[in-house]
């Protein structure tokens, strides 16, 4: 029986549209539109990216890398992040 507790997930989340003054990314770049974000849990942190629906390149929110001590908690970063998409406001 192999009792070894995940140790990395993802969660993606197509098709948000930004806020009013998009999303800022670590790249320095401003999003606005229609967005994808993407979440990989891995080492202990989360890592938050963002993408132009259908586009090939992703780029780092803003913040990204969080602390994420376990699976629950980078669930709860993910669906907050969606929410600062969908917020908007330079976020």
Same mark, same amino acid.
Do not use: C
């Given at each position: ?6 140790t ?5 989340t197509?098709?948000i ?13 401003v999003?606005?539109g229609?967005?994808?974000v993407?979440?990989?849990w891995s080492?202990?942190e989360a890592g938050?990216?963002v993408q132009?629906?259908?586009?090939e390149?992703w780029y780092?929110?803003?913040g990204? =890398?969080l =602390?994420?001590g ?8 993910h ?9 908007g406001?330079?976020?």
């Amino acid at each position: 029986m192999n009792t070894r507790a995940n140790t990395w997930a993802t969660w993606t989340t197509e098709g948000i549209f930004s806020g009013h003054g998009g999303v800022q990314t670590e790249e320095g770049d401003v999003l606005h539109g229609e967005l994808t974000v993407h979440t990989t849990w891995s080492g202990g942190e989360a890592g938050i990216t963002v993408q132009y629906v259908g586009a090939e390149e992703w780029y780092t929110l803003q913040g990204s =890398p969080l =602390p994420a001590g376990d699976e629950e908690t980078a669930r709860s970063l993910h669906q907050a992040a969606v929410k600062t998409v969908q917020r908007g406001r330079g976020a």
